[in-house]
């Protein structure tokens, strides 16, 4: 185990991490942050997606170790259940969700991408979208959502 | 005026109190035992109580899924909620408000016809009476059994249902919680297992000191006969333990199977039990050509996004279990039996998952947790399965292969029609002959193999669900080769039979239509008699732009497809166009389908949408593939499902008949957008593709042939 300290949303967190252990365990585990969900701890279906130092990172294969003295953000910081931030509230505005279980790293893919391109095109948004994945075919929403996230929907 | 029928939950599960409760919060609590699984189940059946009841929303909460509080309603399946559930807690919230009237109007001395009721409570005349159900609640007798004798509101006077009110539990999910993934019991433990490779495999050994050595970290290793878990209060060291577990265990007797074992066309060699339904054999031919499509469709997955989970606690001689299952209470029995505990010891409780489209890993997962637990009493076991486990364990989606086939008369019309479906079975549900849970085989000498049973005709089919054409096809049969044995565990997924049928009578609709120099619209419509189904394909036709449809081989193609789910619940019509190059993109997707009663509109818009990509994403995609010891297909490479930059824009209408009952909704775009799949790709090729899914390798290997 080695002490790791970090900035999580804003806040400077400290834990005691194992060695080569995952960030996604340290987050969900150690610190709560329930929203990095594990899908296939193969970078293959997004569901685990964080900002690290404001760029997108899959946390279930991300060492913990690789984020000491760098910032973490997570749908948590985001907003919660009864203040939604406005990618969330755009998320809920479109209903853009089924079973839900792939939504935080969309989440998380929307702000990454909006802060590099914040008036994306559909070609665009599936682009950058297309690490995530979603099984129940909520697709269509969730283009929707990222373009009411982006001001694009009344 | 008649008191409305019971349904059959209601009659399996008559006491009031099962259903409904008034609690001092002044809030009404319904119980189903249907379970959310992303379908908004839980919002619809809020708005349906709320609607009897005359209550806000929020005063009115859901419990799904408690074997404690709720009714046993089997498992949440066939897009049989609404019509079921639904259809109960509208009986019962009715019942109880004509019950609590009837007291209020007693203590207020007035007849019960006199009394309304709004948020406040009860009404007399305009004014509020200072009364409320909470009030009068306590001198009923919620033990009684339901009669149905409360009426029901007339669709008319509906202000709560047929609303697009917002899904309950979207707004903790999209904030990091809302699912049994994220619960956390104080001390809990963290377990993972190691899979017996196939059924009847014998450990021979374990080298639990290298174990250890690759957990670094304290782990307890739990064994029972051919059932093996990993146990540690930190879950990255099970994590690891479970990942280096395979390479130090010896089994015996494990299965060997060859990719070939999973091809479809090989089922016809298969022992199967036939069932024959539908109209007999003409002794003689009929006159006229006959025209034959066959078609193929792999061993599909489920493929949750999340892998499946379960927490358990054993304690005192009781088992708390938190599981997504489908059903709380078929759960209870399948534990009891393979536990040998009794079920009255056993408390399932549902909490949501991520989405299941069937009958996945999520019930196994409990029992391993429940194992588990047992091992360690006192202690919450959180139990969860890896990622390849999820692939190689879920029982999947059965292959088949399907012919139909019509002989058609000098006008092109169908005269006579058979259906032939080859295939396992479609659910395999513990409990059912010979089958039992994944750990419970590990633990002892599964019961002795019965035949398999698919669903009868009266819960609409397994294999042969959507066999049977609404068209006018003329003398009509369906005939089941059940296959006796599968070389793996197969079990329902979303559909059971109804997409590899409906891709089957589709293709064979528009080769009919060719044969017979008619639009494929235009020939469908000449066959169908029932205005609704009419309807939904017209305005999908109109939608997509059928007129301008364009010449076939071009690279480019428009189909359209169309079935009543399991023929008795919602029609779905669906177009897509794509273009067919190397490989089959899709341009646009419309639907259109008629639920009768939409209680949420907007709730079933997104299961229609939902369902075109699934279905397009087993069309186009996906195949279990099995090598070895089982399923090797066991990552998101291996298993390919549809991506973002292949999913198209869609267009989902409803066509909202209030007058009509609510219709299940869920699985009915599935088999359409598969169809319509085949087909345009078949009028952009210039010919068809049998074999699902639909990959490069078929593209190119038809343009080949061509």
Redesign the interface.
């Known amino acids: 185990m080695a002490r790791l300290a970090f900035e999580l949303n804003g806040k400077p967190v400290a834990v005691e991490a194992?060695?080569d252990?995952?960030l996604l365990?340290v987050l969900?585990?150690a610190l709560?942050?329930?929203?990095v969900?594990?899908?296939?701890?193969?970078e293959?279906?997004g569901?685990c997606a964080v900002l690290v130092d404001g760029a997108k990172a899959f946390a279930c294969t991300q060492p913990a170790a690789m984020v000491e003295g760098k910032s973490v953000e997570?749908?948590?910081g985001?907003?919660?259940?009864?203040a939604?931030g406005p990618i969330?509230s755009a998320?809920?505005a479109e209903?853009a969700?089924?079973?839900?279980?792939?939504?935080?790293g969309m989440?998380i893919a929307t702000k990454a991408l909006l802060a590099e391109t914040p008036k994306p095109t559909?070609p665009e948004?599936?682009?950058a979208?297309?690490g995530?994945?979603?099984?129940?075919?909520?697709?269509?929403?969730?283009?929707r959502a990222v373009e009411r996230a982006a001001g694009m929907r009344p | 005026m008649n008191a409305p029928k019971l349904t059959a939950s209601l009659q399996a599960n008559p006491r009031l109190d099962r259903w409904i409760a008034f609690l001092p919060d002044r809030t009404a609590r319904v119980a189903s035992g249907k379970v959310e699984?992303?379908?908004?189940i839980v919002t619809a059946l809020r708005q349906i109580a709320a609607e009897e009841l005359d209550l806000p929303l929020d005063r009115v909460a859901v419990a799904s899924g408690d074997t404690e509080i709720g009714p046993d309603e089997a498992y949440t399946t066939s897009s049989l909620s609404v019509m079921v559930s639904g259809a109960s807690i509208r009986l019962v919230a009715a019942e109880a408000r004509r019950l609590l009237t009837e007291r209020a109007a007693l203590r207020l001395n007035c007849a019960p016809e006199d009394l309304s009721v709004d948020a406040e409570g009860f009404v007399r005349a305009g004014e509020a009476t200072g009364l409320d159900y909470w009030d009068v609640a306590g001198e009923i007798d919620w033990t009684a059994a339901a009669t149905g004798a409360g009426q029901p509101k007339r669709p008319s006077d509906y202000r709560v249902v047929g609303e697009?009110a917002?899904?309950d539990?979207?707004?903790?999910?999209?904030?990091?919680?809302?699912?049994l993934?994220?619960l956390?019991m104080p001390e809990m433990l963290h377990a993972r297992t190691l899979r017996q490779p196939s059924p009847g495999a014998a450990l021979v050994s374990l080298d639990e000191a290298a174990i250890r050595r690759a957990a670094?970290?304290e782990i307890e290793i739990v064994r029972e006969a051919n059932f093996v878990a990993f146990v540690s209060a930190?879950?990255?060291?099970v994590?690891r333990a479970a990942e280096a577990a395979p390479a130090h265990a010896e089994w015996r007797g494990v299965r060997d199977l060859r990719p070939a074992d999973g091809d479809a066309h090989g089922l016809p060699d298969l022992k199967a039990n036939d069932h024959i339904y539908g109209d007999p054999e003409p002794e003689v031919p009929p006159a006229g050509d006959v025209v034959e499509i066959m078609i193929t469709r792999p061993y599909v997955a489920h493929?949750?996004?999340?892998?499946s989970v379960a927490l358990a606690k054993f304690e005192g001689g009781r088992l708390e279990v938190r599981s997504h299952g489908q059903g709380m209470h078929p759960l209870r029995r399948n534990l009891a039996g393979a536990l040998r505990l009794d079920e009255a010891a056993i408390h399932c409780i549902h909490v949501?998952?991520?989405?299941c489209?069937g009958h996945n890993g999520a019930d196994d997962a409990a029992l391993d947790a429940a194992i588990v637990a047992m091992a360690k009493p006192g202690r919450w076991v959180r139990l969860?399965w890896?990622?390849a486990e999820e692939f190689a364990y879920e029982p999947v989606g059965p292959a088949m292969l399907v012919k139909a086939r019509a002989t058609v008369d000098a006008t092109g019309a169908p005269v006579d029609w058979t259906t032939d479906i080859w295939s396992p079975v479609h659910v395999q549900r513990p409990g059912a002959p010979g089958v039992v849970m994944l750990a419970a085989q590990a633990l002892r000498p599964p019961p002795p193999w019965g035949p398999p049973v698919d669903p009868p005709p009266e819960r609409g089919y397994g294999g042969p669900r959507n066999a049977f054409p609404l068209y006018r096809v003329g003398a009509l049969r369906v005939r089941h080769h059940l296959t006796e044995r599968a070389p793996i565990r197969t079990s329902a997924l979303r559909g059971l039979g109804a997409l590899p049928n409906v891709f089957a009578i589709e293709g064979l609709m528009d080769e009919l239509a060719a044969r017979a120099g008619a639009d494929p619209v235009a020939y469908r419509l000449g066959l169908l008699d029932d205005p609704r189904a009419r309807a939904v394909i017209e305005r999908t036709a109109a939608l997509a732009g059928w007129e301008d449809r364009g010449e076939a081989g071009t690279g480019r193609g428009l189909g359209i497809a169309f079935a009543r789910y399991k023929n008795i619940a919602a029609y779905a019509a669906v177009a897509v166009r794509v273009s067919v190059d190397e490989e089959v993109r899709m341009e646009r997707i419309w639907t259109v389908a008629d639920a009768g009663l939409a209680v949420n509109p907007?709730?079933i818009r997104?299961?229609l949408?939902?369902?075109?990509?699934?279905g397009a994403?087993w069309a186009l995609k996906e195949e279990v593939k099995l090598d070895g010891p089982g399923i090797a297909s066991i990552?998101?490479?291996s298993y390919p499902?549809?991506?973002?930059?292949e999913?198209p824009?869609?267009t989902?209408e409803l066509i909202d008949r209030p007058a009509e009952p609510a219709l299940g909704v869920g699985e009915c775009t599935v088999g359409p957008t598969a169809a319509a799949i085949g087909n345009a790709v078949a009028h952009a090729l210039g010919r068809r593709i049998h074999d699902m899914p639909l990959t490069r390798e078929r593209v190119m290997a038809s343009l080949l042939a061509g």
């Open positions: 194992g060695e252990e995952p365990y969900r585990n709560g942050a329930t929203s969900r594990f899908g296939c701890g193969l293959q279906c569901c997570t749908v948590e985001m907003g919660g259940e009864d939604p969330q998320f809920l209903q969700g089924q079973c839900g279980y792939c939504l935080s989440l559909r948004i599936r682009a979208l297309d995530h994945l979603c099984r129940c075919g909520a697709h269509e929403r969730i283009v | 699984i992303g379908q908004g697009s917002p899904r539990d979207l707004p903790a999910k999209v904030a990091g919680g809302g699912f993934h994220d956390v670094r970290g930190d879950e990255w060291t994590e493929a949750s996004l999340g892998p949501d998952g991520a989405g489209y969860q890896r990622r907007d709730g997104n299961q949408e939902g369902g075109c990509v699934q994403s990552d998101w490479e499902i549809l991506r973002f930059s999913v824009d869609i989902a």
